[in-house]
């Protein structure tokens, strides 16, 4: 069974500062994705990541997928209060056309204080 | 363009009641996902619908879920009798896939449907 775990879960930082949300997933994925959500809102996905190494970046968010340590990290730079939501990050299970199946994280809540 | 669409927005009805929640995907987009979302249990995977056929329906919690595709642009998630645990925020997804491939884009998700269960 596929397990994806987040951390931290809770994250408050200042504005103007760095720092990384890691994803941890437990058994092989060829797939990791990287969503946010505001309070009451949908999710919006920020991130495809499908191979080993793949980097991508939007503003101030930078993904990487490391697959061979089963890691995925997000990085924040220099964060702006607009940045403050929940990120989730997913992992597919299966191969192919089974690939549809995402396990999600518990997600991280990051405030950004002025 | 139009993202995926679901009604209604919120919903509180009394246990025991039918509760049907709609769901209208991206055109063009071949799979289709319905999703419930709680506190306790995070985002959890209810039921896939790939081409209108229910290929994965195994999160399905109980007999009083159920869901129908009955066309490419048309889904409804059904629970009879409805009961308080089921109170949660229920989003429906999109993408395109291919047997072979799967698929290489995220799923779409729409605003979703905030239910209570008195």
């Known amino acids: 069974e596929l397990k994806v775990e987040q951390n931290p879960l809770f994250l408050s930082m200042q504005e103007g500062k760095n720092y990384t949300i890691y994803c941890n997933y437990s058994t092989t994925s060829d797939r990791l994705y990287w969503y946010r959500q505001d309070p009451g809102k949908s999710l919006e996905s920020l991130f495809v990541l499908l191979s080993n190494g793949a980097v991508k970046q939007e503003g101030r968010l930078m993904a990487s997928l490391d697959t061979k340590a089963r890691l995925s990290t997000l990085h924040i730079t220099a964060a702006v209060h607009d940045l403050s939501a929940t990120y989730f990050c997913a992992a597919s299970r299966g191969s192919g056309g089974s690939n549809y199946k995402l396990t999600f994280g518990k997600g991280t809540l990051l405030t950004v204080n002025p | 363009d139009a993202g995926v669409i679901q009604s209604p927005r919120h919903e509180v009805t009394e246990m025991g009641q039918e509760v049907t929640l709609r769901c209208k995907p991206i055109s063009g987009h071949n799979s289709l996902f319905w999703y419930r979302q709680t506190m306790m249990r995070g985002l959890e995977l209810l039921i896939y619908?790939?081409?209108?056929?229910?290929?994965?329906d195994s999160g399905m919690p109980e007999d009083r879920f159920s869901a129908k595709m009955p066309n490419a642009s048309f889904s409804t998630l059904k629970i009879q009798p409805s009961e308080p645990r089921d109170s949660a925020v229920y989003f429906c997804?999109?993408?395109?896939?291919?047997?072979?491939?799967?698929?290489?884009?995220?799923?779409?998700f729409g605003d979703g449907t905030r239910l209570s269960i008195l």
């Open positions: 997804a999109s993408s395109f896939s291919t047997t072979e491939q799967g698929s290489n884009q995220p799923q779409h």
């Open positions: 619908f790939n081409n209108n056929v229910p290929i994965d």
